[in-house]
């Protein structure tokens, strides 16, 4: 079946280091691929997304990285500011049409001052 | 310009009661999902819009969970007959056209079932 997951639950940072936060599927056929920033009481908010013709994205502050061939998807942040701290989701798409996406379960970044 | 917005906010329900759950969408999106988060899990896919057509029901638990989006626009998640495993956010969200572009989530339904 099809399956999204996060390697840890929670990931703590000092502020100004990068940090690295990980996500594996399980469904080959998935050709899109995004992360989401979740802060308390609010929505998923669009960060950056990757299509599977990439392995490799840069944002403001963020890079993705897509592999298709271990099916690992990363995201990185550089120099973490306390207002990244939020819970962060990846979620693919399921590549056969149909357009829900799938979404780990998250990891919750901590920014230490 | 405004996101896509969602009402009420907070929803108490006495188990059995029905409850409807409305999304505003960004004006001119196209596409329209609506999805379930339970408490510290991450969006689960319910259902999903193409203008007025519902393409996509797959993810609806039940036959007591009906959505609509008669004009294309609103849309409206329906819960009849409440349950306590209902309680969870319920997350709408919009899409400019209809594959593979940025979902945009507006700030969700929060529903409690007593």
């Known amino acids: 079946g099809e399956s999204v997951g996060l390697h840890l639950p929670t990931l703590s940072v000092q502020e100004g280091d990068n940090s690295i936060i990980n996500c594996a599927y399980s469904?080959?056929?998935?050709?899109?691929f995004i992360w989401y920033k979740q802060e308390s009481g609010k929505g998923p908010q669009f960060i950056i997304d990757?299509?599977?013709?990439?392995d490799k994205r840069q944002g403001q502050r963020v890079t993705v990285l897509l592999n298709k061939t271990v099916k690992h998807l990363s995201l990185q942040i550089a120099a973490t500011q306390p207002g990244d701290s939020a819970v962060y989701f990846c979620?693919?798409?399921?590549?056969?049409?149909?357009?829900?996406?799938?979404f780990g379960k998250g990891t919750h970044l901590i920014i230490q001052p | 310009g405004a996101g896509v917005s969602q009402s009420p906010r907070y929803k108490v329900a006495k188990r059995g009661q029905d409850v409807a759950l409305r999304c505003d969408p960004i004006?001119?999106?196209?596409?329209l999902f609506w999805y379930q988060q339970a408490l510290g899990q991450g969006p689960e896919f319910l259902t999903y819009?193409?203008?007025?057509?519902?393409?996509?029901k797959s993810g609806l638990p039940s036959d007591r969970f009906f959505a609509e989006r008669p004009e294309g626009s609103v849309s409206t998640l329906k819960i009849q007959r409440t349950q306590q495993e209902d309680s969870a956010v319920y997350l709408c969200?919009?899409?400019?056209?209809?594959?593979?572009?940025?979902?945009?989530f507006g700030p969700g339904t929060r529903l409690l079932v007593l």
């Open positions: 969200a919009s899409r400019q056209g209809s594959f593979q572009e940025t979902q945009y």
């Open positions: 469904n080959s056929a998935s050709d899109y």
């Open positions: 990757i299509r599977s013709n990439m």
């Open positions: 979620a693919c798409d399921s590549g056969g049409g149909a357009d829900g996406l799938t």
């Open positions: 004006s001119g999106h196209v596409s």
């Open positions: 819009f193409q203008n007025e057509a519902q393409l996509d």
